[in-house]
Nanobody, 112 residues
Framework: QLQVVETGGGLVQAGGSLRPSCAVS????????IAWYRQAPQGTQRELVA????????NYADSVKGRFTISTDNAKNTVYLQMNSLKPEDTGIYYC?????WGQGIRVTVSS
């Protein structure tokens, strides 16, 4: 059974960094697109933050380009989201998705 589990959220000051992880089990994930989304505290819609396409292309939301990096460790079936120079507007619940399966989400809070 496919499972997607995020870890690594937390509270950080503006300008700081976090590196959440998304561990996948029950599926060989390197051949599928995988993405990180987030939902702002006051938002109702999840927005795409970063993704790896089936061709291996990396795409980022304009708001995180140059600050966030998505990467994978295929041996560990894990995808990471390195988040640097964090801003208060990066605050939200971060989700990982693979093959239509969402993780439970992790909270990221950036204080000013």
């Amino acid at each position: 059974q496919l499972q997607v589990v995020e870890t690594g959220g937390g509270l950080v000051q503006a300008g700081g960094s976090l590196r959440p992880s998304c561990a996948v089990s029950g599926s060989h994930f390197s051949i599928y697109p995988i993405a990180w989304y987030r939902q702002a505290p006051q938002g109702t819609q999840r927005e795409l933050v970063a993704e790896i396409t089936t061709s291996g292309s990396l795409n980022y939301a304009d708001s995180v380009k140059g600050r966030f990096t998505i990467s994978t460790d295929n041996a560990k079936n894990t995808v990471y989201l390195q988040m640097n120079s964090l801003k208060p507007e990066d605050t939200g619940i971060y989700y990982c998705i693979l093959r239509g399966r969402w993780g439970q989400g992790i909270r990221v809070t950036v204080s000013s």
